[in-house]
């Protein structure tokens, strides 16, 4: 017992720094998943594209990064660590600096696209670096400051996305990358020390190939379906039949390739397993919530961008303080608890959310808000620590990068489903309310002259109001559902993700 821990307590020069540097270019990656929610409507208008056009912005984004993360985890052993992440920050900037200067929608989709394949490896990566500078005693505190870049980022996308694009233009949401990503570069450039080759098997090319078609093919579906009538569209039948095809092929050639994509040591760990769903379904309550709220306040409500922003400030604040403290209390308390206790609120919250109204005014939103940002900190800081905790350091950055994906996949298909549950209650609940706009009603014929086009279209938009508020709150009931659905899980989870003592110390930088 005293070997690992001298090996864990290993000095490494500039832990600080080398922290600072790292999380500058996880923050900048995780923030714009969510910065230009905001700017969308200001984006469409500049851009000439319609709504549904406008969520590729988001959605192209995220799926590349879905489908480029597991590889991080290869490449960081074929190449090191430090060369990976000082190509992706370069490769982020450029591609940050050219959606700026998009001057119409394909640009700025493919744009975004490069950008998260570029920026995929940020997350793992930091994440992994953090483990292997920290000894374990260190580790907890170590992952609460990697969460709160993680989720802070995201959460904080929306105030600063509306600020910027207030007082600036939309296009600011992302030159703003340019100088963070520069004092990244060089701080990774400066401090960051390269790890060895570790892994020297050739690349899974068919399982990396496998997994990205089953992926895209999941997000075409979900991002269209709505739109083509899902299964009664060849389109959409296709890209089933793709995702399910690929998702298959790439689970057997995991089984049974001599070196697959991604190890299947790793799902030999309960942990780690049960870690990666409670992560999907993090992704699910994070980014669908906060794709949802801001067209509220924008659309339904009549606020301005910056006011959005700021109502929605309470949620990061939330967050922060969370992990703060989940992250002087972790590894003295049963990490489980704080997972059961993250759900709860989070559910909590979403129960909230679901008597929001056209009348309401700012603080229901505001402490709905406060309240998911807790849940949200308690949840990740706990699930990072215990999910990684039994797992092998020779497996941990695929672990990271495994990890994240099941974050940015949740992310993805929560956001096109809560979007495509939207679009068809709004339409639904809109039928059922016209049925009692009659001339024979009471109030309608005392409040409105149904022979004046005018008034009609006022009536209209009430009623498309109401329609949208009703399926907006719908789209809360599901996913508090789900957050309370994962509750059960905590039963496969070991107490305290603790390792008995038997796991190897972590591999710190050399």
């Known amino acids: 017992m005293n070997a690992p821990a001298k090996s864990s307590a290993a000095p490494v020069a500039h832990r600080g720094l080398i922290t600072i540097s790292v999380m500058l270019a996880t923050f900048m990656q995780a923030l714009d998943t969510t910065i230009a929610n905001v700017a969308l409507g200001h984006m469409q208008g500049s851009l000439s594209a319609t709504q549904d056009e406008m969520t590729w912005v988001l959605t192209s984004y995220i799926v590349a990064a879905a489908i480029m993360t597991p590889l991080s985890g290869w490449l960081a052993g074929r190449f090191g660590r430090k060369r990976v992440l000082v190509y992706s920050v370069t490769g982020f900037v450029i591609s940050s600096a050219l959606c700026g200067i998009a001057t119409d929608l394909d640009q700025i989709v493919i744009y975004r696209l490069l950008q998260g394949l570029a920026g995929a490896a940020l997350v793992p990566m930091s994440q992994a670096i953090l483990l292997d500078i920290n000894p374990p005693e260190r580790q907890g505190q170590a992952m609460a400051m990697w969460g709160l870049g993680v989720t802070l980022a995201p959460v904080l996308g929306p105030v600063l996305g509306g600020y910027l694009t207030d007082n600036y233009s939309w296009r600011w949401v992302f030159y703003i990358n340019v100088p963070v990503g520069i004092l990244a570069l060089v701080g990774i450039l400066t401090f960051v020390k390269d790890t060895a080759e570790r892994r020297l098997a050739g690349f899974d090319f068919f399982g990396f190939g496998a997994l990205s078609v089953g992926i895209g093919a999941l997000q075409m579906m979900l991002d269209r379906g709505e739109l083509k009538d899902w299964f009664g569209s060849t389109e959409i039948v296709i890209e089933a039949t793709l995702a399910a095809l690929g998702f298959y092929l790439f689970v057997v050639r995991t089984a049974t390739a001599d070196h ?125 620590s215990a999910t990684f905790a039994t797992l092998a350091p020779a497996l941990r950055a695929e672990g990271a990068a495994f990890f994240n994906l099941m974050r940015n996949i949740g992310s993805s298909v929560g956001i096109s489903a809560v979007q495509a549950l939207l679009t068809e209650n709004t339409q639904i609940v809109h039928s059922t309310l016209a049925e009692n706009v009659t001339p024979f009603n009471p109030l309608i014929a005392h409040s409105f002259n149904l022979q004046s086009a005018g008034a009609l279209a006022r009536l209209n938009g009430i009623v498309t109001s109401q329609a949208a508020m009703v399926a907006y709150i719908d789209d809360f009931k599901l996913m508090m559902i789900v957050s309370l659905a994962a509750l059960p899980l905590l039963l496969f989870m070991r107490a305290g993700g603790q390792t008995g003592g038997k796991a190897d110390p972590p591999v710190a930088l050399e």
């Open 260 to 384: 697959p994509f991604i190890r299947p040591a790793l799902f030999k760990d309960r942990n780690f397993v049960t870690g990666n769903i409670f992560m999907f379904v993090i992704g699910i309550l994070l980014f669908a919530s906060l794709v949802l709220i801001p067209p509220i306040f924008q659309g339904l409500l009549d606020y301005p961008v910056v006011t959005t922003g700021i109502i929605m400030a309470p949620r990061g604040l939330g967050t922060m303080v969370s992990m703060i403290l989940v992250g002087r209390l972790i590894g003295k308390i049963d990490t489980r608890i704080f997972l059961a206790v993250g759900f709860s609120l989070s559910a909590l919250s979403l129960w909230q959310m679901t008597n929001f109204n056209l009348q309401m005014d700012r603080w229901p939103m505001i402490w709905s808000g406060l309240i998911q940002g807790f849940g949200i900190g308690f949840a990740y800081v706990a699930l990072a």
